[in-house]
């Protein structure tokens, strides 16, 4: 075989190899860009997310998803700069901001919230398991008594969180039957599930 032939021969091997591997992601990226995608919905968390609203959003990107409202008085809370405006029929989501009304943390204790993968407040430890697997971190304690599990997607300050809360029973323990009781997402620092429910 001559230098062009060998040459060309190489250049074959290479592009079946580049149209081989073309449009295959690893698990864990199909999973984020999954998770993403379905995020779409005001009632479906995902790490760092519910529907279109992002913890670390400004006031005036979060007013203008349609989800909130601003300024809200309602006793015995503060002025709260961010609001949920759903149906609270079907739940509440609670909205931790800076002063300046920059989007911290949200959190649900209650309602119909659910994650881009099926499980929500309610659910049991199983469930959110299977749902979530190798991606689940291990149970910690909180402050206020709740035992948290983790979903966490990226590093630094740029972590997205997603926490499940779980009444605690049987100290930093879980067992499969345990449920949900409330859903919470935040960007850098893990989510602590200490709120007053303003």
């Known amino acids: 075989m001559n230098r062009t032939a060998r040459r060309t021969a190489v250049h074959l091997s290479l592009l079946v190899g580049l149209v081989a591997t073309a449009g295959t992601t690893s698990p864990a ?5 999954a998770d993403e995608r379905a995020a779409t919905s005001s009632y479906v968390f995902a790490p760092g997310r519910v529907g ?4 670390g959003m400004s006031r005036r990107a979060a007013l203008r998803t349609g989800l909130f409202v601003a300024d809200l008085r ?7 700069p961010l609001a949920w405006k759903g149906k609270k029929r ?11 009304g920059r989007i911290v943390e ?3 204790l209650r309602g119909r919230f659910t994650t881009t993968r099926g499980v929500g407040i309610g659910s049991t430890y199983r469930a959110v398991r299977h ?3 190798a991606r689940l971190g291990a149970p910690r304690p909180t402050a206020n008594g709740v035992v948290a599990v983790d979903v966490r997607r990226g590093s630094g300050a740029g972590t997205r969180w997603l926490t499940f809360g779980f009444p605690e029973t049987t100290g930093a323990t879980l067992v499969a039957s345990d449920r949900v009781a409330n859903l919470t997402v935040r960007r850098g620092t893990r989510p602590q599930l200490v709120s007053d429910g303003c």
Do not use: N
Request: charged share 15%; aromatic share 10%; hydrophobic share 35%.
């Open 90 to 100: 079907r739940g509440q989501l609670f909205v931790d901001t800076t002063r300046s």
């Open 74 to 80: 309602a006793e015995p809370c503060p002025v709260q």
């Open 29 to 33: 990226s199909a999973a984020d860009h």
């Open 52 to 55: 279109p609203a992002t913890a």
């Open 131 to 133: 749902a979530y697997g």
């Open 106 to 108: 949200m959190y649900a």
